[in-house]
């Protein structure tokens, strides 16, 4: 790990200052994914913010009825908030679908929708990625590639975004509340949050330098069978081949949004209109201009598969 130096804010006026003043610093909380990277030397930022004393750790309800979810909840205490557990049952499902126990008592909102990609080449340092070192190029596509995009990726990268619980926000039109250097602030819809890899895959938000996630906020419930079913390798501890969170009305209406397909929670509007005709037409828009790999084309019928099982439960 290369040297780096450290300090703990106090307030958020500290943190966005301390986050100006030093180029390439990193904000730093239950550091589950931060901190594995450091010791790779695949992140190597020269300066870490804490920002565990920040008061960010709240949930509270909003005026319009929804959930403003504090940066700095952790991902235990969000999924046994009993108004998540009513209302937002979606969310409390993939939550815990997510890592392990003890990653969930440490891991915290804003660093999971941070998390970076678990493609085996951005984390080998002996492999070219464009992710990791831009321009370098794009080992997965003519290697190991079966956990990988199948849409929304680019031919400089076919990453996949990792996080569970940003699936079931996407479906349930969260924003980011932010705060960047200077002070302002900012709302970033989470279908506006993630860059599309392009010809910059290693710039994975819309995130500004030295922004700071410090909330996120969910509209009021929209009632409906909400279900989080994912489908992975082994039964624990294993990110998603394909996962779907669900949100069905009794007339069949509803949204929908998949994981582990694309670099962010792939959801369309024009999908969400075909449910009340079913799986196969709602995946013939979510899908429309995929490219597959020979090893990944699997996730097509299986992401159809995943979503017929969900509706089928759905609907009783």
Known sequence: MKSFTYERAATLAQAASSA???????FIAGGTNLLDLMKLEIETPGHLIDVNGLPLDQIDGTPEGGLRIGALVRNTDLAADLRVRRDYPVLSRALLAGASGQLRNQATTAGNLLQRTRC???????????????????????GYSRQ??????????????????????????AVVETVLADGTERQIPLEAFYRPPGDTPHLETHLQPGELIVAVTLPAPVGGVQIYHKVRDRASYAFALVSVAAIIHPDGSGRVAMGGVAHQPWRTAQADAELPHGAK?????????????PENQ?????????????LAQARG
Do not use: W
Request: charged content about 15%.
């Open 281 to 293: 037409a709602v995946c013939q828009h979510l899908f429309a201009g995929a490219q597959p790999t």
């Open 298 to 310: 699997f996730k097509l019928t299986l992401a159809e598969r995943t979503l017929a099982l969900v």
């Open 148 to 173: 990988l995009a199948v849409v929304g990726a680019s031919e400089h990268c076919i990453a996949t975004h990792p996080s569970d619980m940003a699936v079931a926000m996407r479906v349930l039109d």
């Open 20 to 26: 100006a003043s030093h180029t390439g610093a990193r």
């Open 120 to 142: 085996p080449y951005f984390y080998d340092p002996n492999q070219p990625c464009n992710k990791r070192l831009p321009g370098s190029g794009c080992s997965a596509l003519d």
